[in-house]
C-alpha cells in the first residue's frame, strides 16, 4: 500500500508539472492576447516529432534546445503574419484560425513522418532507475521530467516578478494602451509571448515524447486536458495553472493505480448489491476505467462552485 501511494504520487507530480510546462504557454497567451490556442497541443505535437527525428541525428540534448527555439519561431511567426492580420475581426475569427493552424500542423506531421507511432526513447544517459524503494524503481527520465518542468515553473515566475520585461508584459496584460504610451512595442510584445508560449509547448512535446509517446493523434490526447487545467487554475493566472496541473496529475494517476469497482467498495461497508440486476456493468466499473473523465468533472465542479477558476478573475 506505501509503494502505491509513494510512486502514485511521484508519477502523479511528474505527470502534472508536464502538464503545467504545456498549459503554462497557452495561459500566458490567453492572458495577455486573450486567445484560446487550439494550435497549442499541435506545437507540443510538432516539438515531439523535431525532437524525435534530431535525436536520431544529433543526439537528444541538441534537439532539447533546438526544437523548442525551432517551434518557438515558428509560433512567432503565425502570431505576427496570421493571428495579429485576423485580430480584428474578434475572438471568433481568432478561434477559427487557430483551429485551422492546428489541423494544418496534424496534417504535415502525418505527411512528412506517416501515421505509425515512432519509437522515441529515453536517452541512455538517463536510461537507468534512479532509486529503488518498496520493490519499485523510478527512472531517472521521469526524475529529469521533474527538474526541468520545476526549472520551467521557477523560471517564470523569476521573470515576472524580478525582470523588467515581466513588468512590461504584465503591464501589457491589462494596460496596453499605456505600455505603448511608454514607448513599448506592444506588438511585438504579443509575439514575443507567443513565440515563448509555443516553444514551452515543444519543450513539453520533446521531453514527453518517449515516455507519453509520438503518434499523430497525441494532441488530442493532451490538448483537451490542457484547457481543462487553463479553465480550473482560471483564465490567465500562471499560479492556477500550476495548482490546477498538479491536482489533475495526481488525480489522474491515483484513479488508474485504484483498480476497485463501485460493487467491492459497497461491499467491503456491508451494503450488498444486486450483481444481476439491470445496474450490474455499473457495478463492475473500476476507478481505473473512469480515471478519463475525471478532469472533466471536476472541470463542472469547478465551474459551478467558482466559474471564474481557482486563482481566475476573469469568467470562462
Given amino acids: ?12 507530480l511528474v505527470f502534472g508539472l508536464l502538464l503545467f510546462m504545456l498549459s503554462s504557454g497557452l495561459t500566458l497567451i490567453f492572458g495577455m492576447m486573450g486567445v484560446l490556442n487550439f494550435a497549442h497541443a499541435g506545437f507540443y505535437m510538432l516539438g515531439a516529432y523535431l525532437g524525435y527525428t534530431m535525436s536520431i541525428t544529433v543526439g537528444f540534448w541538441p534537439a532539447l534546445v533546438v526544437a523548442p527555439l525551432a517551434v518557438g519561431a515558428l509560433g512567432a511567426v503565425v502570431e505576427r503574419f496570421g493571428l495579429r492580420r485576423v ?15 492546428a489541423v494544418l500542423i496534424e496534417e504535415v506531421v502525418q505527411l512528412v513522418w506517416g501515421r505509425p507511432a515512432k519509437s522515441y526513447v529515453v536517452p541512455a544517459a538517463l536510461d537507468f532507475p534512479l532509486f529503488q524503494v518498496f520493490q519499485g ?6 526524475a529529469f521530467m521533474l527538474g526541468i518542468s520545476v526549472a520551467i515553473f521557477a523560471f517564470l515566475v523569476a521573470v515576472f516578478t524580478r525582470t523588467r520585461a515581466g513588468l512590461v508584459i504584465q503591464a501589457s496584460l491589462t494596460h496596453p ?35 507519453l509517446g509520438t503518434f499523430p493523434g497525441m494532441a488530442q490526447v493532451l490538448g483537451s486536458i490542457v484547457f481543462v487545467v487553463v479553465v480550473i487554475g482560471g483564465l490567465g493566472s500562471l499560479a492556477g495553472a500550476f495548482v490546477a ?15 476497485v469497482s463501485l460493487g467491492s467498495t459497497l461491499a467491503s461497508l456491508g451494503i450488498q448489491v444486486d450483481a444481476t440486476g439491470p445496474f450490474q456493468d455499473l457495478w463492475r466499473v473500476t476507478v481505473a476505467q473512469v480515471a478519463p473523465i475525471l478532469p472533466y468533472l471536476l472541470l463542472v465542479l469547478i465551474l459551478i462552485v467558482r466559474p471564474t477558476g481557482l486563482f481566475g478573475t476573469r469568467e470562462t
Fill in 245 to 259: 496541473s498538479l491536482l489533475i496529475g495526481v488525480i489522474q494517476t491515483f484513479a488508474v493505480a485504484i483498480n
Fill in 177 to 211: 494602451g499605456m505600455v505603448a504610451m511608454l514607448g513599448h512595442n506592444v506588438p511585438r510584445v504579443f509575439m514575443v509571448v507567443f513565440g515563448v508560449g509555443s516553444a514551452l509547448a515543444a519543450l513539453a512535446g520533446v521531453i514527453a515524447g518517449p515516455v
Fill in 87 to 101: 485580430h480584428r475581426f474578434g475572438h471568433v475569427a481568432e478561434l477559427i484560425f487557430t483551429f485551422g493552424v
Fill in 1 to 12: 500500500m506505501l509503494s502505491l501511494v509513494f510512486f502514485s504520487l511521484l508519477n502523479g
Fill in 137 to 142: 524503481s523510478f527512472p531517472a527520465y521521469k
